[in-house]
């Protein structure tokens, strides 16, 4: 979701990650963990809000009893063998430490001066067991994989070498990570077989990833900001990522996921907690208008363009879903839709999206110009159509298909009373929002989240909040969207993979639950992102792992995990920390994952996070690199090698996983049919 800063689930358990004890902080749309260090206290900046608190990782035996509250400058007893889940309310922002005994296996909550200088947070590097590269060459048992004369290569060096006895020799490879990919050094026919379970996902957040035309000024009246630009749009397009499709096909990549692109709300609203920058719907999960194209990214033959050119390299489409919620309020849009409640008596600029705080004032203070008891808030979406805290209109309720996501109107998806689209939207320029008889609000929904498949051949969708929609809405869109893709390839005179959902159910880790049933091909696993520490820290950490995701995908014909490394919701990998080694042993843990993957742009060439102000999550959409120094091109070039492998052997998502019996090395098997790979690590 994500947004999820701004769209966001609660957090489901997660297991033990680290080698001490983690703190998670989490509020009702964000989460991240920290390792809990008895040496240094750990400092973290925390805004006002309501947050839950979670202690895991205390493998010890005590007789500790959790307190009903979290007190400043008391330590606090914890649960042992077990997690300790805490309540906290921050009444101001600021700096907070965090301490932990680990011999009464106390957390002492302190709130620091507010002098104190911030030091970026940089994550310890996991103390596990790992092996250790040997400079000699390394007899593998290979087991029953290859019959004895099977000529086999490696990926990385180009060796060559014979089965004989079922071992291999092989020379280690530190250049890789210690990493050595076997594959048939001539192989029989090129493996062209496309499964989902192996599916390399490229998720692109359209606005930061490549500019066509910098000369181009944003339209809407949407401004820059002047400073850091947090908030605001940055110009990328869609015609900017057709530009770099031989690049992202260059990865491995199959399958591209793009950030909404429907028209999102024109103006701002104040970001963070404390309104230091305007906040635009750069990321695409504020909808305005859910049947065009918004104008910033670009329109219908750019998108026909985009999707062409990606289907000739072999690579299919999502869109990105949001059937929740529309997007904010805003200056811009009251103005443009003629809605009467503005106060008269606050003095505007002629163009309301031109709008500037004033001395004493910050990016929050646009609404003192609202009034927010006007009875004119009814000729906004209307009642019948969103719950929110306004005049006229049903409030929120406290379920997961009623609550309000960080402030958003919610769409009543659940209701069955006959409806007609708001007159804003049926005046929008451009719009194919079209009055039908007998339609619900979920039916409007669905035949404007279809019409882009109709249309273009959308190949699937991923979906946004998905435990925040009723199950039958799902199953509706997978059916009527299934139909849409056969219409549209009936009429091009094309086959395909059947119409396909990837589901966002925040927390949600890598196993086959009821969500499944709801029309959903696969869901994304929240879990492997915590992994991948220990995964980078040595690549034979994910043994366990790798066997209970695969195992799992054997046992059950419609589960597929998608796994990740970084987010727009969470964090990005390389800001963990911030070195190119670990990001590339990072890449080897995920690259090599059974089930699908998915990687957020930039990963392979170690993005770092751009200025967020008060809202870490900013920070994780910064813009795309593309000039890159010497350690990015090299990490580049071991992901897509990496990467390319992955493409051309569907086993290595989608297969059989056997760990190979060796002393002196981490090695195991993935074969699905007559595709067979053999991946070993032989330490760091």
Known sequence: MTHKTLLACMLLASPSLFASPYLTISTSTTSRDYPLDTTTPLIVTLNKDNYQLKVSGIDASCDNKLPKKVKFNTPLPLLCGEASSLPLTIRFTGDYSFVYDDQLHTLTFKRQPKKVAKTEFKRPIPKVKCEVLPQQSQTISLGNTYPDGTKLKDVFTGQVVTVESGNVSLQPNASSGGLTLLELAEPIQANSDFNYRNANIYFVMVDRFKDSDPEATQPYGRQKDGKQEIGTFHGGDLKGITGKLDY?????????????????????????????????????????????????????EDLRQLVTEAHKRGMKVLLDAVINHPGYSNLADIQFDHLRVVKSSKPLPKNWSQWIPKEGENWHSYHTNIDYHSQNWINWWGSDWIRTGL???????SSDTTLSLAGLPDFKTESTKTVQPPPFLLANPGTRVVARDNYTVADYLIEWQTDWVKRFGIDGYRV??????????????????????????????????????????????AYRSPYFDDGFDALINFDMQKKLDKGAAC??????????????????????????????????????????????????????????????????????????????????????????????????????????????????????????????????????????????????
């Open 248 to 300: 992202i096909k260059s990865l491995g990549t199959n399958v591209i996921w793009l950030s909404p692109i429907v028209e999102q709300v024109h103006g701002f609203v104040g970001g963070g907690d404390s309104g230091s920058f305007p906040f635009y719907a750069y990321h695409g999960y504020w909808a305005r208008d859910f049947t065009k194209i918004d104008e910033s990214f670009g329109d219908d």
């Open 391 to 397: 005049p006229g209109y049903d409030k929120p309720g």
């Open 539 to 684: 690549f034979s950490q994910m043994a366990k792992t790798y066997q209970h995701y695969a195992d799992e995908i054997q046992r059950s014909a419609d589960f597929n995990p998608v796994s990740y490394m970084s987010s727009h919701d969470t964090e990005l990998f390389f800001s963990r920390f911030k070195d190119y080694n670990l990001q590339r042993n990072a890449a080897n843990a995920l690259l090599l994952s059974p089930g699908a993957i998915q990687i957020y742009y930039g990963d392979e060439i170690g993005r770092n996070i751009g200025p967020y102000a008060d809202d870490f999550h900013q920070g994780t959409r910064s813009d795309m690199i593309w000039d890159l120094s010497m350690d990015k091109q090299k990490l580049l070039e071991h992901w897509k090698t990496i990467g390319q492998f992955r493409d051309r052997h569907p086993a290595v998502g989608a297969g059989k996983h056997t760990q190979l019996e060796n002393d002196n090395a981490f090695a195991f098997s993935r074969e699905l049919g007559d595709d067979k790979v053999v991946i070993v690590y032989f330490g760091k």
């Open 464 to 509: 946004d909040t998905v435990k925040h929609v009723e199950g039958d809405v799902w199953k509706r869109l997978k059916a009527e969207a299934t139909t849409s893709l056969e219409q549209w390839r009936s009429k091009h005179n094309v086959t395909g993979h059947p119409f396909w959902m990837m589901g966002e159910v925040w927390g949600h880790s």
